[in-house]
């Protein structure tokens, strides 16, 4: 296969698997667009984050379901090495609005490398993860040999700092062979349970028309797949 007709079918993959969470961001958008007019948000302004001088604000979301709002602001900085598995710093900051102003109540500050080529590549999806707190994943896509993967990272607040809950592929591509039975794509949906984090739940979509709904929960500090179960005939 030639090198531009193999670049040319792994931007149509990477395009169609935007478009599966793109309504989710809309929404995302929507909300945080209200909620900050609601509040006069900045986070800039509204947040003391002097000890991330240098750092670039990825995204952040602000969860209105209780007394006091609260929300989740991700952060970023490049990292030195620009090798391919090298990422940016990620750091994590939780706030809420109280007594008239907002305050920080969590700050994990370089929770590590994530991303590529020093840099900070990933969609973020905010989600409420347990009854007492709220989480993000990340959604990640590499290509290697004309293989293309996704994985989403789960993070979320553990022991009084946010942490690496574990990763979770949502998504295969074989661009030597479009017609592979193995390509698949996925969505994500989070659903509630009595675990420490809610469960996960992937429903995978193959070329072939096969479709398997994959659980997984969190069990001895990561999250776990438990069961498969194919769907349709």
């Not at 792994?10 to 609601?38: C, G, M, P, Q, R």
């Not at 590529?116 to 969609?123: A, N, Q």
């Not at 969505?187 to 994959?214: A, C, L, M, P, W």
Request: charged share 25%.
């Amino acid at each position: 296969m030639k090198l531009n007709k193999l670049t040319l079918i792994i931007a149509i993959l990477l395009a169609f698997t935007s478009s599966l969470v793109a309504s989710n961001y809309d929404a995302i958008e929507k909300h945080k667009k209200s909620i900050s007019s609601k509040f006069n948000f900045n986070p800039n302004r509204d947040l003391d984050l002097s000890e991330y001088t240098g750092w670039k604000i990825e995204d952040y979301h602000i969860w209105n379901d209780s007394p006091n709002p609260k929300g989740i602001l991700v952060l970023s900085k490049s990292g030195k090495d620009k090798c391919h598995a090298c990422g940016a710093r990620m750091s994590v900051v939780s706030f809420e609005y109280n007594k008239s102003k907002w305050n920080i109540v969590n700050s994990t500050k370089d929770m590590g490398d994530y991303g590529e080529w020093g840099e900070f590549d990933y969609d973020i999806v905010f989600e409420r993860i347990s009854d007492k707190s709220y989480g993000f994943y990340l959604i990640s896509s590499s290509l290697h040999g004309g293989y293309s993967e996704g994985r989403i990272h789960l993070i979320g607040l553990k022991n009084s700092k946010f942490q690496y809950l574990g990763w979770i592929d949502n998504m295969f591509f074989n661009g030597n062979d479009e017609k592979d039975n193995s390509n698949y794509d996925s969505t994500i949906h989070i659903k509630k349970s009595n675990r420490e984090f809610y469960d996960v739940e992937v429903n995978k979509k193959f070329i072939n028309g096969k479709q398997i709904k994959s659980i997984f929960h969190f069990k001895n500090g990561k999250y776990r797949l438990v069961k498969n179960i194919k769907q349709g005939h």
